[in-house]
């Protein structure tokens, strides 16, 4: 966008959103390159929306932008491991989320609740919560919460972010697993505690007595 840019017509904001529908699936991603603030501002705004990532650059950084393009799709947000002992799947967080990072961690949780009937517990490590990359990842982290709600028995949030703090209330929105919040570093706690399983119900014969009247 050119500093001279100043908008759309009415009959050219109709072309152009005819035109931006029609290639959403065959869009891989978006940079817009401009220095007019109302474009940036506009632009990120519109990147929650779409269902690919968009980045905004300065005129300065059109090469970069180039570069970033040519380098998609993006890496994971995420990464997951399953530690099959204590049955426990370790999420570490490092990107905004996108829709794709649920599908992927999804498929591993069914994989171990479709051999043993429910998981053990689910570990999500991030220093700060990034949020979601755009609508399409809400949308997915909300199916994902939806889907697995009855077939997690834990979940530990290791984080330095405010979201830890709000652990009781997960819990009660959740109506599944228990939640527990810990700090960043305390990542092994948080594993232990989620790998914890419930004790056995004890049951304690008394000596059967014969009575007679």
């Known amino acids: 966008m050119s500093p001279a840019f100043q908008g759309f017509t009415l009959m050219g904001a109709l072309a152009d959103t005819r035109v931006g529908l029609s290639s959403v699936p065959l869009v891989e991603?978006?940079?817009?390159?401009?220095?007019?603030?109302?474009v940036r501002r506009s632009s990120r705004r519109f990147g929650f929306?779409?269902?690919?990532?968009?980045?905004?650059?300065?005129?300065?950084?059109?090469?970069?932008?180039?570069?970033?393009?040519?380098?998609?799709?993006?890496?994971?947000?995420?990464?997951?491991?399953?530690l099959t002992d204590p049955g426990v799947v370790v999420v570490s967080?490092?990107?905004?989320?996108?829709?794709q990072d649920f599908e992927e961690v999804a498929r591993t949780v069914d994989a171990v609740v479709d051999s043993q009937g429910q998981?053990?517990?689910l570990e999500v490590h991030t220093r700060r919560f990034p949020g979601w990359q755009n609508v399409a990842g809400l949308l997915g982290h909300i199916r994902f919460v939806l889907a697995h709600r009855a077939k997690i028995r834990r979940l530990a949030i290791a984080t330095d972010s405010k979201i830890a703090t709000l652990a009781p209330w997960l819990e009660r929105v959740a109506r599944g697993p228990r939640v527990r919040g810990f700090s960043y570093g305390a990542l092994e706690t948080a594993i232990r505690w989620a790998s914890e399983r419930p004790e056995a119900t004890r049951i304690v014969a008394r000596p059967w007595v014969e009575t007679r009247p």
């Open 29 to 38: 991603g978006c940079a817009v390159v401009s220095d007019l603030p109302f």
């Open 93 to 99: 967080v490092e990107k905004p989320l996108r829709v």
């Open 119 to 121: 998981l053990t517990g």
């Open 49 to 82: 929306f779409v269902p690919y990532p968009l980045r905004v650059f300065s005129s300065s950084e059109r090469e970069a932008a180039v570069t970033w393009l040519s380098a998609l799709p993006e890496e994971a947000a995420v990464t997951h491991r399953l």
